[in-house]
C-alpha cells in the first residue's frame, strides 16, 4: 500500500503538520485547551486525514516514531507560542497502545519540555481505553511516570469501549472524554442523557474533569451544560484548524 510504504518519508522529511481543535469551557466560554491532531500533506495526495495513515502506522512500531514526532512537534509549536507571548492552553496529543509500551517514553517527553522550555502544565497526553487493556507491556506504569512529571492524562472516547469509571480509577487519569457518539444521541435518547449525566456525576466524584466531544449543535451544549459537563469539544465551537488560525483563536478566546 502507497501510504504505508511512503510513511517513513513523511516522518523523515517533515510532511506531517499538525492542526488543533479547541477545548471550551462551559462555564465561561473561554478556549481552555488544544488537541492536536496529525494530518500529512502529501506531496501528490494533498492533505490526508489520520484515519488514512494512521491505523497502518499502528500495525507496526512506526506509530511509536510517528508519536514522537507529535509529540516534539507539540512541544515545538508551543514554545513557539510562548516566545511570541500569546496565552497558553495545554495542548493535548494522542498516544497510541502501542507507544505507551516503550518504556523511554516518559524520558523522550520529559527531555522535550526541557529543550523547548515548557513545563509539563503546558502539555496533556490523551490515551484511548484500549491502551489500558492491550498487551505492549506495562502502561500503567508508563503512565504513573509521565503523571510524575505533572503531566496531565485525558481517557478518550470514554464509553465507546468496555472500562468502567470503577477500572479506570487504577490508573493516573485527571480528565475523561465522553465519546461522541453519546453526544450524538444526548437529544434523541433518554436513556443516553441519563448515561451521560452519570458518567458527568460519577467522574467528578472521582475528581476527574470531564470534556465532551464531537459537540455539534446547540442544543446539545445546552444539555451537556445542564448535566454539569466541563468542557466541550467539537465543530459547534470549532472544527481542528492550522497553526495560524489556531493563534488566532487563541487571542480571540481565551
Ligand atoms: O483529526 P481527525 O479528527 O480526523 O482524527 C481521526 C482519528 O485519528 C482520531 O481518532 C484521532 O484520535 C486520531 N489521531 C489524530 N492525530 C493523532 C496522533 O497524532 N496520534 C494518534 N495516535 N492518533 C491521532
Ligand atoms: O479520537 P479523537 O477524539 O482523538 O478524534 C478526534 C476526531 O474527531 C478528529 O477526527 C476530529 O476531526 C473529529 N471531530 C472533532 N469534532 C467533531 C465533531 O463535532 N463531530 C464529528 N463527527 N467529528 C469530530
Ligand atoms: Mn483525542
Ligand atoms: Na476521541
Not at 104 to 130: C, F, K, M, N
Request: with cysteine; net charge negative; hydrophobic share 45%.
Amino acid at each position: 500500500y502507497v501510504l504505508e510504504r511512503q510513511l517513513p518519508r513523511a516522518i523523515a522529511e517533515n510532511e506531517l503538520v499538525l492542526h488543533f481543535q479547541p477545548k471550551v469551557r462551559l462555564s465561561d466560554y473561554r478556549i481552555v485547551g488544544l488537541e492536536a491532531l496529525v494530518r500529512w500533506a502529501h506531496p501528490d495526495y494533498g492533505l490526508v486525514y489520520p484515519n488514512d495513515f494512521i491505523p497502518l502506522a499502528e500495525q507496526s512500531e512506526l506509530i511509536v516514531e510517528l508519536g514522537n514526532w507529535v509529540m516534539q512537534a507539540c512541544c515545538a509549536q508551543q514554545a513557539m507560542w510562548k516566545a511570541q507571548g500569546l496565552p497558553l492552553v495545554p495542548v493535548a496529543f494522542n498516544v497510541s497502545p502501542r507507544q505507551l509500551g516503550d518504556e523511554h517514553l516518559p524520558a523522550r517527553v520529559s527531555a522535550q519540555l526541557q529543550a523547548h522550555g515548557i513545563t509539563p502544565a503546558e502539555i496533556e497526553v490523551e490515551v484511548t481505553e484500549s491502551c489500558l487493556v492491550e498487551p505492549f507491556g506495562t502502561p500503567a506504569n508508563v503512565l504513573r511516570q509521565l503523571e510524575g512529571l505533572g503531566i496531565r492524562i485525558g481517557l478518550d472516547d470514554f464509553g465507546s469501549g468496555f472500562s468502567s469509571l470503577s477500572q479506570i480509577r487504577h490508573f493516573p487519569i485527571g480528565t475523561i472524554k465522553i465519546d461522541r457518539s453519546f453526544i450524538n444521541d444526548i437529544r434523541n435518547s433518554k436513556d443516553v442523557g441519563v448515561i451521560v449525566t452519570s458518567i458527568i456525576t460519577l467522574a467528578h466524584n472521582l475528581n476527574m474533569r470531564v470534556v465532551a466531544e464531537g459537540v455539534e449543535l446547540r442544543d446539545q451544549l445546552v444539555d451537556l451544560k445542564m448535566a454539569g459537563c466541563d468542557e466541550v469539544q467539537g465543530y459547534y465551537m470549532s472544527r481542528p484548524v492550522d497553526v495560524c488560525e489556531t493563534a488566532r483563536l487563541l487571542v480571540q478566546k481565551t
